[in-house]
């Protein structure tokens, strides 16, 4: 073989590299030496290098195999060598590049990293969108986009207008926000509904009304919603399942594409829900309120108790358990909480027990 072409090794210790035989195998190769030395041919002990951990370079017609982290000791093989193509792919198969061993993965292993990498982007973005959200949308641009939502899909023909006073002037005989003005709209529908929209709307179908059997429970259910709007959760909520749509919309700067998708998103606010942690939060924040107002605690749960009364009835009409469950620990916790202040004496309220007797008939 031409001495042009012939691999030299350079151990690091040495300046001079010394010619070299190789022989290679599936995973490592071997370096044989053979030098003259007083008119004899001196054979030293072969070296067996591992592929991992190599890592190459092509400089002046030459791939350089540097064997160790320092680059001291390295191999230099020119491009003619026969070895040349084997050792520089069987090199690279060795230690494959973090997209390589992905691709090397079995295609199970691939598919769930892949769906892991899509899930945990979406949480992500779900949980960005609304922190962001909340931190640069005020009290009065809420109440716009909540405006915006209630257009959009309330049919003011289907308001009940003399339940609509009522229940408002209800609404206003209690103290239930110092941010937001709440606005009342009774809705004829005898789904047992109510939800509250961002910035201070309250919807209530009248299917709940009839469900109700006291002024108090109604307080208790508008007290509740109303803490939903106080603690933001329905703007939160809302941010958070139209996420992915509101960051192309930025992406796309389409200020305009955040309102649309916001109001694209209204039908679904019907059965936004909330959860556990969001529930118990305006749970007892209702229950506050209706201690601030002079109004026994208890009422919370005696809603909670009427509304599983009548599931047991029609449970197809009962939107608001699916997206208000009133599971037996929130029912337990505001029993609880009642608990402590039935000592209490409470007034009763004139606004609210004359407009729930009209309410009624």
């Given at each position: 073989m031409n001495s042009a072409a012939i691999p030299l090794y350079y151990d690091g210790k040495t300046s001079a590299g010394q010619p070299v035989d190789i022989i290679t195998h599936e995973k490592e190769m071997e370096f044989h030496f053979t030098f003259p030395e007083n008119g004899f041919h001196v054979v030293k002990e072969p070296i067996t290098i591992n592929y991992t951990g190599c890592t190459t370079a092509h400089v002046a017609e030459h791939l350089y195999v540097y064997i160790n982290g320092s680059g001291a000791e390295y191999l230099a093989i020119p491009f003619t060598h026969p070895s040349y193509l084997t050792i520089r792919d069987n090199i690279i198969h060795a230690n494959p590049s973090w997209f390589g061993r992905l691709m090397n993965m079995?295609?199970?292993?691939?598919?769930?990293?892949?769906?892991?990498?899509?899930?945990?982007?979406?949480?992500?973005?779900?949980?960005?969108?609304?922190?962001?959200?909340?931190?640069?949308i005020s009290p009065s641009q809420e109440k716009l986009m909540g405006d915006k939502l209630f257009q959009a899909f309330v049919d003011i023909g289907e308001t009940d207008s003399q339940k609509t006073r009522l229940v408002n002037e209800v609404a206003h005989a209690l103290e239930l926000s110092k941010t937001y003005n709440i606005q009342v709209t009774v809705l004829q529908n005898k789904e047992v509904n109510a939800f509250a929209l961002p910035g201070g709307r309250i919807v209530v179908y009248t299917g709940i009304l009839k469900s109700m059997k006291s002024g108090d429970e109604l307080a208790a259910l508008l007290a509740h919603e109303?803490?939903?709007?106080?603690?933001?959760?329905?703007?939160?909520?809302?941010?958070?399942?139209?996420?992915?749509?509101i960051l192309i919309s930025v992406a796309l700067n389409d200020a305009s594409g955040i309102a649309s998708v916001l109001v694209e998103n209204a039908e679904t606010l019907r059965n936004l829900g909330y959860?556990?942690?969001?529930?118990?939060?305006?749970?007892?924040?209702?229950?506050?309120?209706?201690?601030?107002?002079?109004?026994?605690?208890?009422?919370?749960?005696?809603?909670?108790?009427?509304?599983?009364?009548?599931y047991g009835k029609?449970?197809?009409m009962i939107a608001f358990l699916s997206t208000h469950p009133a599971t037996q620990e929130r029912i337990d916790n505001a029993n609880a909480f009642a608990k402590k202040y039935r000592s209490r004496e409470y007034a009763v309220?004139?606004?609210?027990?004359?407009?729930?007797?009209?309410?009624?008939?």
């Open positions: 079995h295609v199970g292993v691939l598919a769930f990293v892949f769906v892991m990498l899509l899930v945990g982007g979406y949480f992500a973005i779900a949980n960005v969108v609304p922190w962001v959200g909340l931190k640069i109303a803490s939903h709007i106080n603690k933001r959760h329905s703007l939160r909520s809302l941010l958070r399942s139209s996420a992915v749509a959860s556990r942690n969001l529930e118990r939060e305006a749970d007892a924040s209702g229950m506050q309120l209706l201690l601030d107002n002079h109004i026994d605690p208890i009422a919370m749960r005696n809603l909670m108790l009427r509304l599983q009364e009548a029609a449970p197809d309220n004139a606004v609210v027990s004359k407009n729930w007797d009209l309410i009624k008939n």
